[in-house]
């Protein structure tokens, strides 16, 4: 069997709206860690950064 | 980089980062409760080379029932792991998974990186979760989808940190694509122009 998609503009349409959908999440996690930044201390959330970053 | 490719399976070793021990703990979750799983976007440049960090792990779980991600949740907590959208494991299934919209899972206490998982909600999900890849990483298994359509879905994305993920996993496993796999997926989903500049063009 042939590997890969064949996509019809409903898939495409789909994939649009996924997108939107993923970047409105992402916004709203971006606004979640900020408002959970400013109310934690810099020792804190600094650990958890240097723990992942390297 | 040394690695064993063989279609649907890549073998490697490398130094683990915190990152790698922290998915490496994470999959092994899906795999003792038999959720089938695949890792897309951005860890996999990143576990495969690529210089940067991540905030999230992105990934898609097979769509089940709630009894089933009921046990999945309660062994995600044993484990030390806690939901970031909600405490409450009907509702992350009823109004996030269930209405296409990710539930995301980190350590205890911390926020990031976390995991941000799906149900395959279009065919192109539901393909990369059937058209899985496994990678062998220091003996331990996680699943990926087929390097051919991440290529090409990070395309069609079209950030820079998309566009530079997508031209990095081309140079490392250009060797060993499906080179029409890839060439057809990339017209698939209508993005020639962005193939050409990221892609074909050297420098």
Not at chain 2, 152 to 176: P, Q, T, V, W
């Amino acid at each position: 069997m042939e590997k890969g998609l064949k996509l019809t503009k409903k898939d495409l349409r789909e994939l649009k709206e996924e997108k939107k959908r993923n970047r409105q999440q992402r916004m709203e996690f971006v606004n979640m860690y900020a408002d959970w930044l400013k109310k934690t201390p810099n020792k804190v959330w600094s650990k958890q950064q240097a723990k992942y970053l390297k | 980089m040394d690695f064993e490719f063989n279609g649907n399976k890549i073998v490697f070793e490398k130094e683990l980062s915190n990152l790698d021990k922290l998915v490496l703990r994470f999959v092994k979750i899906l795999d003792t409760l038999k959720v089938d799983y695949v890792i897309i976007s951005g860890y996999i440049a990143i576990l495969f080379g690529r210089s940067r960090n991540t905030e999230d792990v992105d990934l898609f779980i097979e769509e089940m029932a709630f009894e089933k991600f009921l046990r999945f949740w309660n062994e995600l907590e044993k484990q030390g792991f806690e939901c970031l959208n909600t405490s409450n494991a009907k509702e992350a299934f009823e109004d996030y998974l269930k209405e296409k919209l990710a539930v995301r899972f980190a350590e205890k206490g911390m926020i990031q990186p976390n995991f941000e998982l799906k149900f395959p909600k279009t065919r192109y999900n539901e393909y990369s979760l059937k058209n899985r890849v496994e990678v062998i990483l220091n003996g331990e298994k996680l699943n990926t989808s087929e390097m051919e359509l991440q290529i090409a879905f990070k395309l069609s994305l079209g950030s820079d940190k998309d566009f530079e993920d997508a031209r990095h996993l081309y140079n490392i496993f250009k060797e060993h694509l499906d080179m029409n796999l890839l060439k057809r997926q990339i017209s698939e989903l209508k993005v020639e122009k962005q193939a050409e500049r990221v892609l074909w063009k050297k420098a």
